[in-house]
């Protein structure tokens, strides 16, 4: 039998769920679902000890018809995708605006930020995902445009530092980074081959919708036309693809070089972090 404050809880996740749905209509977002990310707030901030009228307190205060939209949105539900870019799209533009140099460099920030959304962060899930309601959705799209834009002034501004101007300085980790370059040297070969196996495997669009987004630098709405869909569709199709190239890779390392899990987690751990490994020029070749 169900306790009480197992109940209660349980029918406030269901009143906001309930209230977020008619607000969006045409969002069939699983009950489930939504409860799974909610349930994942509530245990960042509260603790899973938290009594029901503290964990209804927490949730009353959320905006929880943008959080409806956001968690619909990460489970790739395409009519969600697709609200989202209508109703944010000239927001996100209008943010990148205000931080830009020029009307290209803002569409090129805006066009970033709208495509990096859906796709996944390094934890593997969609970046729409860490949203949690606390504010509202267009204070947290303020705050991850300005962090987009401050970003690429570093990183443009690290490209024109002149190494010669650097001091240097005594690092610590210097002789573990060493090690860990060392290491994963030895299995360059096995992924730059797992990678090319990976390439070959996918289909061609999926390699076309690559060469447009990473080699082109096209943005997502101008691929959306291109391929004649939505640009929701486009990002979620290059997060499959990410994923599924990820999958490849190490389907390839354990039956092709029969490499144990430490040893994969050591590759794909240099696969994601070490900028030389590019499948672009892979997929340039596959293309011709």
């Keep these: 039998m169900k306790s009480t404050a197992q109940v209660n809880i349980k029918e406030a996740y269901e009143s906001v769920y309930t209230a977020a749905r008619e607000y969006h209509q045409g969002l069939?977002?699983?009950?489930?679902?939504?409860?799974?990310?909610?349930?994942?707030?509530?245990?960042?901030?509260?603790?899973?000890?938290?009594?029901?009228?503290?964990a209804s307190s927490f949730i009353k205060k959320l905006h929880i018809n943008d959080f409806f939209l956001a968690v619909a949105c990460a489970e790739y539900i395409?009519?969600?995708?697709?609200?989202?870019?209508?109703?944010?799209?000239?927001?996100?533009?209008?943010l990148a605006m205000s931080v830009s140099s020029s009307n290209q460099a803002a569409e090129q920030l805006a066009g970033q930020v709208l495509g990096d959304l859906f796709l996944p962060d390094r934890s593997g899930r969609c970046r729409l995902a860490s949203y949690e309601g606390r504010s509202s959705l267009?204070?947290?799209?303020?705050?991850?445009?300005?962090?987009?834009?401050?970003?690429?002034?570093?990183?443009?501004?690290n490209r024109l530092e002149q190494i010669d101007r650097l001091p240097e300085i005594a690092d610590s980790t210097s002789v573990r980074s060493i090690e860990a370059s060392l290491r994963a040297s030895q299995y360059e070969n096995m992924i730059w081959h797992s990678l090319d196996t990976a390439c070959k495997l996918l289909e061609y669009r999926e390699r076309l919708m690559l060469f447009f987004r990473y080699d082109q630098g096209l943005q997502v709405s101008q691929i959306a036309r291109l391929f004649s869909v939505s640009p929701a569709k486009i990002s979620r199709d290059l997060q499959w693809t990410y994923k599924k190239v990820l999958n490849y890779v190490e389907e390839s390392l354990a039956t092709e070089y029969s490499l144990q899990p430490v040893a994969i987690e050591e590759c794909m751990a240099d696969l994601r972090e070490n900028p030389s490994y590019s499948i672009l020029s892979l997929i340039r070749q596959n293309l011709k």
């Design 138 to 157: 267009a204070a947290w799209l303020h705050i991850v445009v300005n962090h987009r834009a401050c970003n690429e002034r570093e990183r443009k501004c």
């Design 78 to 94: 395409e009519a969600a995708c697709n609200r989202f870019y209508r109703n944010y799209k000239n927001y996100i533009l209008k």
């Design 28 to 54: 069939e977002l699983d009950i489930y679902k939504f409860i799974a990310h909610l349930d994942s707030v509530l245990d960042k901030y509260l603790g899973e000890s938290a009594s029901p009228d503290t």
